[in-house]
């Protein structure tokens, strides 16, 4: 069993290494995929049956199909200049700088897609340039997008784990309060807190107007967010209604609209993201997840730290949904009564796993947006990660007393 292990982490070290030495990010994965293969014996038809999984399984081509429509909608607002707009109309209504890195993020972070941190760069990116640098940028993007997804129910993640831990949605959001708080102080204190307030421009000498012009110039968006939320709409097909709303409110012709169709295949960043699909297929395939709780039971630590790595280490290897469909009733088994605590540190774990997984496919578009290496982003959010696995146990401790 340990040789699967050690396997393992000469796969993702063959990946750290070609990124360190500067290779593009998909003749990385190129490498760690070639190491997985031929260290764990897999054979060669099933290399391509496990390639071609990602197209027939729902669940992972939806992924590279919302991030091309995504990046289509991304050229029809760009066309109208309706992000530039409403980052007017944020300055107007907020006339603070930091209010906006800060807020755009968050917000459009409740939208359920790797795709959207395209939309969250493209304010970020106006509101911290020239104060941050690329890699600032993609480190407070996407750990400021991804908050939302620690607690909202809108997430697949908190779903699951609400429906394996039988733990009520409303207590675990209760007691997750905190950590996402101080989610976002992780993200605002050390880069925000730098920007100057004053975004250059005049105060608004109408701010109900400006939130008016700031719903016009964003109604796309929150049309896909009402569709998922309201309608129980699964995220591609909201796209695809919004873009076709979109068409015919901003009166597109047919030829505009064949040229955003060419403009949005991005292939570097669609080959970079089903590369890394392709990765979590094998990885899946070795079965080294299944192994890992019995690895980590022997360690000589209380319960609820052996599933505390658990599912850190798990989510580094899977990412949040797969340790969490493995783990979540082993812990609860194992610690029944954990309750709400144990499913939040649970949670927060495969929280902080997820910003510096190399499986993580929004890590990928972060990076590709700024023009930065997946390598520069991980090790700026290695730190934080590791904080926030501290400050995520002492609140285990405190909370088991207080609830």
Known sequence: MEAQFLYLAIAFCTIIALLALHRPLYQS??????????????????WLLLTLRVFTDWSSC??????????????????????????????????????????????????????????????????TEGYLDRKEQAFVTSWLRHVPESILPTYSGVLLMTSLSQ???????????????????????????????????????????????????????LLILTLILLFDMQVVTSMVVTIAAVAVVYRFKAGNLVRMARSAFEMRLLVNTFLVLVLKEFIGYTGVLEDLPTALSALPIPMYLIFALLFFVGGIISGAGGIIALGTPLAFAALPDGGMPLMVLLMCMSHAASQISPTHVCLVVAAEYYDVTMGDLIKKSIPYSLLFVVISIGYYLLSIHLF
């Open 167 to 221: 733990v009520p949605i409303s207590k675990f959001m209760l007691g997750m309060l905190p950590p996402t708080i101080i989610l976002v102080l992780l993200g605002y204190i050390p880069y925000i807190r730098r920007l100057p307030k004053d975004p250059g421009t005049e105060k608004s000498t109408d701010r109900r107007k400006d939130a008016l012009h700031l719903v016009q110039h964003l109604w796309s968006f």
């Open 62 to 127: 939806s992924v590279l199909v919302s991030l091309y429509l995504i990046t289509y909608l991304q050229r029809a607002l760009e066309a109208r200049n309706q992000i530039k707009l409403a980052q007017q109309d944020l300055n107007g209504l907020f006339h603070n700088r930091r209010v906006n890195a800060t807020g755009a993020p968050l917000f459009i972070g409740l939208l359920p897609s790797a795709a959207a941190m395209i939309l969250c760069g493209d304010i970020v990116k106006d509101a």
């Open 29 to 46: 994965i190129l490498g760690g995929l070639l190491v997985t293969a031929v260290l764990y014996r897999i054979p060669p038809v099933q």
